[in-house]
């Protein structure tokens, strides 16, 4: 038995082979990667889907996407949400006003927005929305340079931006924790996901949340998240500065993030998928 953890099939075959598809973006995304990306990694993903014994996806969001778009059947499939691990000390009120005075300066909020700088991020739009936000709203990218970070780039150049918003670049695990604490809030308006891991590290680090109401995101976030209409900077604003400003709000959305993060752990993980081993082997 082989499992591959990503959506693309062993150069051998094996006699069971179990595979782990997170998304479909390369089949379904005609705007979120170049041509040649697409022909490519579709035609892996599909083949992998195809030749396994059995699938797993991260969230029933991407499970019902290969049922529609590759026809897989749905009894072949088996959904394991990914963990997260909580920090392993949180930072006190104090701490987190110091921090993120130390990235934005004093009496700012800081819109902190995890994911590479693509199209599919949708990292244009929550630019857009910063504009539309009070002077003292900032934002920090954190993310390397993916399909689309070309236009990205240029938009910073804005003035309405240059001085408001600061890309990071990428930035290693163990590094995140201290900056999802220092934030205000966490905008994640991606276009696809087929999870979202970023919205379940944010709640565990007792930060807000602010999700798109599209693909995975509210399966994972649940009630513990505010959701937008990605493709509207207005409305990604006006949620940003609601659960900014709203102590009241605030507070119900820690406490309930930090319920719902305390739900997804690795060990859920690991359990679930030694289950579909143990399935495939019997079989």
């Known amino acids: 038995m082989f499992h591959s953890l990503a959506q693309r099939p062993p150069a051998f075959c094996f006699e069971k082979e179990i595979v782990t598809i997170h998304d479909l973006f390369p089949v379904t995304g005609r705007d979120y990667s170049a041509p040649d990306f697409q022909k490519k990694f579709a035609a892996l993903l599909i083949e992998a889907a195809r030749r396994a014994t059995r699938i797993i996806t ?54 902190l927005v995890v994911g590479v700088l693509q199209t599919r991020k949708n990292t244009i739009n929550a630019l857009k929305a910063l504009e539309l936000l009070p002077e003292r709203y900032r934002m920090l990218l954190v993310g390397g ?45 991606s276009l696809e996901e087929g999870f979202g891991l970023p919205v379940l590290e944010a709640m565990a680090s007792n930060l807000p949340v602010v999700a798109a109401n599209t693909s995975a995101l509210p399966e994972v976030g649940g009630d513990a998240a505010a959701y937008v209409d990605p493709r509207d900077p ?5 949620r940003v500065v609601e659960v900014t400003e709203n102590a009241a709000l605030r507070a119900d ?31």
């Open 145 to 189: 340079d993916g399909y689309g970070s070309e236009a990205i780039h240029e938009y910073l150049l804005r003035p309405s931006v240059n001085a408001r918003a600061r890309v990071l670049g990428h930035v290693a695990a163990a590094e995140l924790p201290p900056l999802y604490q220092a934030a205000s809030v966490l905008l994640f308006p």
């Open 234 to 238: 207005e409305d990604i604003a006006a």
């Open 58 to 111: 991260p969230s029933m969001y991407t499970a019902e996407q290969l049922v529609q778009q590759v026809g897989i059947p749905r009894e072949r499939i088996r959904v394991i949400p990914e963990g997260v691990t909580a920090p392993g000390r949180l930072l006190t009120p104090e701490e987190r006003r110091h921090g993120r005075e130390r990235l934005v300066g004093t009496g700012n909020e800081l819109i």
């Open 253 to 283: 959305m820690t406490r309930k993030g930090s319920e719902r993060a305390g739900i997804f752990t690795w060990q859920r993980t690991a359990e679930a998928t030694l289950s579909v081993y143990e399935e495939v082997l019997s079989e």
